[in-house]
């Protein structure tokens, strides 16, 4: 079935500096690629999402790359805040009429 | 932080109960969600609805039961066939299903001893 595989499980970054979140998906009729951030103890809520029309989507810090041939996206965070501090998700909109979401990063942002 | 709402926040029970979760939204979404998650485990999804009286069995159906009898209402029964029923669930909604965003609610907790 679908699957999709998000790396690392864990990350740790100095404030200020870069994370890069990468998932994969098997699934070749995906066209919808969205990213959501858990903070502790909240909902998750989407941050941004990209659709396989393109390759790169940014929003002021945040950026996703998506690279259809090679089936894999990735979220790019600069200028890292620990306000940024959370579990990240990403997702692949299939052809079931749901998302398959991968298992989540936790990013540790450190003062 | 309106929307999509889910009740109670925290929910106790003994084993062998059965105890359904409620979920509700006035998003006027077509489509609604239940996912279950445990630590490590990311999202998993247990069942969803596209439309009114209709539901379909996610990756982890087993010894859950759901209803959409009206358009606002996704309630999701944990009954005492789920093994292993003490999690986080999280009910989510999107105007269409497939390649939409989907809203959370704010998630019950259930723990059952």
């Known amino acids: 079935g679908e699957n999709v595989e998000q790396h690392p499980s864990t990350l740790s970054v100095q404030e200020g500096d870069s994370a890069v979140i990468k998932c994969t998906y098997s699934d070749s009729a995906s066209n919808y690629f969205p990213w959501y951030k858990q903070e502790l103890g909240k909902r998750p809520q989407l941050i941004i999402d990209i659709r396989s029309n393109v390759g790169e989507k940014k929003d002021q810090r945040i950026a996703v790359t998506l690279n259809k041939t090679a089936k894999h996206f990735s979220l790019h965070i600069t200028e890292t805040q620990p306000e940024d501090s959370a579990v990240y998700f990403c997702a692949d909109g299939g052809s079931q009429g749901n998302l398959i979401f991968g298992k989540g990063t936790k990013l540790s942002v450190k003062p | 932080d309106g929307g999509i709402t889910q009740s109670p926040k925290y929910l106790f029970r003994k084993e062998g109960q059965n105890v359904t979760l409620s979920c509700e939204q006035n998003?006027?979404?077509?489509?609604m969600y239940w996912y279950r998650q445990d630590p490590g485990q990311g999202l998993r999804l247990i069942y969803y609805?596209?439309?009114?009286?209709?539901?379909q069995k996610g990756d982890i159906a087993e010894g859950y039961s759901v209803s959409r009898e009206k358009k606002e209402s996704f309630p999701l029964t944990v009954t005492s066939a789920q093994k292993n029923p003490t999690a986080f669930y999280l009910c989510?909604?999107?105007?269409?299903?497939?390649?939409?965003?989907?809203?959370f609610g704010p998630g019950t907790r259930l723990t059952v001893t």
């Open positions: 998003l006027n979404h077509d489509a």
């Open positions: 609805s596209q439309i009114v009286n209709d539901f």
């Open positions: 989510a909604s999107s105007s269409l299903a497939g390649d939409y965003e989907q809203y």
